[in-house]
Structures are given as structure tokens and as C-alpha cells.
């Protein structure tokens, strides 16, 4: 090496080794000390604020309840952040990979006549839209836990919606019984007074008795069932400490009668449970292209500058590589397998969900139209006739034209009429409740989503727990 060589030489290793060292250094402090990325911000609940409650002494309404719900049920609360988490998901899924930096040395045992100093740098390019098709299914996770959230409000809504009209029919039954004690009282009076009279025996006496005891019984079953519905449209509405106060409303208030065409035209064209099916096939047929561009290779570009070689008498030097696997026995074969088999069970799925909806309406439906029609013959033709007949027999009573046995069974059919008259009309809003709320509920079920109404009691048959005459 002459001497305008090593004059260079040295005068490169002078400038370029602290350049190239504080390039370096600065590279790998900042990929260590950047900070990550911020998690998507936990959604509480942006679209309800919470309603402030009217005093006790108010009364509260449906709207009133419904709106604290949507803001106090944690089953929503989850289910935003359910929508944020995918949102966070679709913007990790199509970030690029990050470069990679380094140091390389070779030859560092040769005593300083062959080593190399050299910083490298390398990428990998994503090559078939593997990065465009990985948002494009994480865009379809989003869309289904959307759908899952519409479908988690109508869960909150049709829950409060049921409570609320279980809790207005008891308040009915607490009123029904106090009118029930009124009336085995005056039946009570009645017969004591024909028994001092030496009109009737003893045993009249007691019977009445006996019905004045049943009515008291019907009194504590009503509040007991008045409170439980209260607990329970506490626990939906999300407030469990609600105060008891009365729900303003007429639970007997007249409907528009609902068809079953049109209510279940209405149900196919808005179910979210239906919905999310089609979002997740839209999903599943992404994930099927997104599979298929697997194989096509990515590209890795490497760099390499060593500022010292002294191999080639300390001068700088470089090199380059680009690399791409060979798709010789992992073609993604399986992956590409599982995809599709996968998308052809999601569009089976979308067939099964609207089955499913056409099957849980139809016994729902039944259930609304038996209730409709004896609600309607209650109010028109049976509660009056009850009423009627027990004011006769009283009169017929009195004056010895009949005996205790046919009073009797004047009070009982009055006291079961009623009763039965305010099971219908339960039956009856339970079952428009399903219908309307797109036969979902269960709001506080597992993880909130048991969504079939088959399971609620408008659809089962059963009812809240109510009133039973005395006698049965």
C-alpha cells in the first residue's frame, strides 16, 4: 500500500467510523426507546350518557328506563369494546413489517489484516396484497362485531321491555288482590250476618272464612311476585340498587295487531343476528383470498456497507441480497383447504339463521295471537259477565234464593277470571315484546349473548309468577 492509500485509508476510517457509528447508534435508540403503539382507547359507552332518574314519588316511564339501560347495562359496555378491539386488530393486521439494522463483523481474528466492520440493513416486502386482504378481513370482523353489538342493544331493550310490563301487570295483581280481600270480606259479612240470624249453619260461616284466608294469601303472593319483577328490572336497567316506585303505564292499553308476514318480512330485513351471519360470510370469503395469495413469496432485500475491509487495504465496500422462498412443499395448502371449507359454513350458516328465525317466530306468534284473542274476550264478553253474575248471586244470597255454594262459586269465577284476564294480557305483551325486539333477549345471559326468544316465557307458555284463585 503506497503511501496516498493509507493516507486515504486512515482519513476514511477517521471521518466515516464515527459517522457510520452514530447512524447506527441512533438507529437502534430510537427502534428501542420509541414508544409502541397506544392500544385502541377503551369505549366505554359513547352513544347513551346516563339518564338521571325522576324522584320516587314521580313514577317512572319505558323511555326513562330504556335510556338508562342502554348507558348502565355493562352487556353494551362490552360489546363496544368488543367493536374497538377489532378496529385495533384491522389497523395491526396492514402495518409493514419493520426493517432490521445491525453490525456485522468477519474475519476479526486475522490480527487486522482482513477484518471488516460493516452495518447492514434489511426488509421484507409484502408482495400479492397479502396487507390490503389482511384489513379487508379484519373489515369483516369488524362488521360482525358491530352486528353483535346492534344485536346486544335489542338483547338490553327487549329485556327492560319485558320487565317492565311484568312489573306494571303485578302492580295490576297487588290491586286485584286488595279488591279480592274487599269482596271474601263482604261475602264474610254477609254470612254472619244470615248466621245470627239463624238463616244459614255454621259451616257457611267457616267456608267464608276459609275464602277470606285465601284472599289473604292471594294478597302476599301478589307483593311477593311484585317484588321479584322489580329485582329483576332493576338488574336489566342496570341500576341494582333502583328504589321500588311505581312504573307509569297501562299494561291493558290497545295494540295495533301485528301479522305474521309482515312481522316476519320485518324480522328478515332487520336481524342483526342475520346480518352478522352475512358479515361473517363476507368475512369468510376475504379470508379465502387472502389464503390463495399466501404462497406468492415475499421479498427480503438485505444491504451491507462495511467502512473498514482490510482486505482490500481498509477501504469501504458494500454488498447486496435479495431472497425470496422457493414454494416448493408449503404451498399453504391446508390453509387454502380450511378457508374454504370454512366460507362454504358460513354461507350454510346465513341459510340456518334465517331457518331459525322463521322457526322461533312461529310459536311466538301463536302465543301473541292465543293471548290477543282472549284479552279481547276478557274485556268484552268474560270480566263483565263475572262481574254481573256476582253481583246477582249476592242479591240472590241476601234474600235466600240461593245457598253459600252458589255464592261461592260466583266469587271464585270472579276472583279466577280476573286473575286469568291479567295472565293474558302478560302473554300478550311478552309475546310483542319478542316479536318487536327481533326475538331478542337475555342481555345478562353468558357472555351476553343467549339471543333466542324461544327461551323466554312468551314463547315457552309460562308466565310471569301470578295470582291463583283460591280454590285450585
Not at 73 to 81: F, L
Amino acid at each position: 500500500m503506497d503511501v496516498t492509500s493509507r493516507r486515504f485509508s486512515k482519513n476514511c476510517r477517521s471521518r466515516c467510523a464515527p459517522a457510520v457509528w452514530r447512524c447506527l447508534a441512533a438507529l437502534l435508540v430510537g427502534i428501542v426507546s420509541a414508544p409502541c403503539r397506544a392500544e385502541p382507547p377503551v369505549l366505554l359507552n359513547p352513544a347513551a350518557e346516563v339518564v338521571p332518574l325522576p324522584p320516587v314519588e314521580i313514577g317512572l316511564t319505558l323511555d326513562q328506563l330504556e335510556a338508562t339501560a342502554l348507558a348502565s347495562n355493562p352487556s353494551i359496555c362490552r360489546a363496544y369494546n368488543l367493536v374497538a378491539a377489532a378496529r385495533g386488530n384491522w389497523v395491526q393486521v396492514g402495518l409493514k413489517p419493520n426493517p432490521s439494522v445491525g453490525y456485522e463483523g468477519q474475519q476479526l481474528g486475522s490480527g487486522g489484516l482482513a477484518e471488516q466492520h460493516g452495518v447492514f440493513f434489511g426488509q421484507e416486502i409484502p408482495t400479492g396484497g397479502k396487507l390490503r386482504l389482511n384489513r379487508a378481513v379484519a373489515q369483516g370482523e369488524i362488521l360482525v362485531a358491530q352486528q353483535q353489538l346492534a344485536a346486544q342493544r335489542q338483547r338490553v331493550l327487549t329485556d327492560v321491555r319485558s320487565s317492565y310490563y311484568r312489573v306494571l301487570v303485578a302492580q295490576r295483581q297487588v290491586g286485584l288482590a286488595e279488591e279480592l280481600i274487599e269482596v271474601a270480606d263482604e261475602g264474610s259479612r254477609a254470612v254472619e250476618a244470615l248466621f245470627k240470624a239463624s238463616e244459614v249453619g255454621r259451616v257457611d260461616v267457616l267456608q267464608s272464612q276459609l275464602e277470606s284466608e285465601q284472599a289473604q294469601i292471594l294478597r302476599q303472593d301478589a307483593r311477593n311476585a311484585y317484588e321479584a319483577a322489580w329485582r329483576e328490572l332493576a338488574a336489566v336497567v342496570g341500576v341494582p340498587d333502583l328504589p321500588v316506585q311505581t312504573l307509569l303505564g297501562d299494561p291493558a292499553a290497545p295494540s295495533h295487531e301485528l301479522q305474521f308476514e309482515a312481522t316476519l318480512s320485518r324480522l328478515l330485513a332487520t336481524s342483526p343476528e342475520l346480518s352478522g351471519a352475512v358479515a361473517d360470510l363476507q368475512r369468510a370469503r376475504r379470508a379465502v383470498e387472502r389464503a390463495r395469495v399466501e404462497p406468492i413469496p415475499n421479498v427480503t432485500v438485505q444491504g451491507l456497507v462495511n467502512w473498514i475491509d482490510n482486505g482490500i487495504g481498509g477501504k469501504p465496500d458494500g454488498g447486496v441480497a435479495i431472497s425470496v422462498p422457493l414454494p416448493l412443499f408449503d404451498r399453504n395448502q391446508g390453509a387454502i383447504m380450511r378457508a374454504e371449507r370454512e366460507a362454504a359454513a358460513a354461507s350454510y350458516a346465513v341459510t340456518q339463521t334465517e331457518l331459525d328465525l322463521r322457526s322461533r317466530l312461529a310459536p311466538v306468534y301463536e302465543a301473541y295471537a292465543n293471548a290477543r284473542n282472549q284479552t279481547e274476550r276478557y274485556r268484552k264478553t268474560i270480566l263483565p259477565a263475572a262481574e254481573e253474575s256476582l253481583e246477582l248471586t249476592r242479591k240472590m244470597y241476601g234474600i235466600g234464593e240461593t245457598n253459600y255454594i252458589g255464592l261461592l262459586t260466583a266469587q271464585r269465577t270472579f276472583t279466577q277470571t280476573n286473575v286469568n284476564y291479567l295472565d293474558a294480557i302478560l302473554r300478550l305483551r311478552q309475546a310483542e315484546v319478542a316479536m318487536e325486539g327481533l326475538l331478542l333477549s337475555g342481555s345478562l345471559g353468558s357472555n351476553g349473548e343467549s339471543s333466542s326468544a324461544t327461551a323466554s316465557p312468551a314463547s315457552r307458555g309460562a308466565t310471569a309468577p301470578q295470582l291463583r284463585g283460591p280454590g285450585r
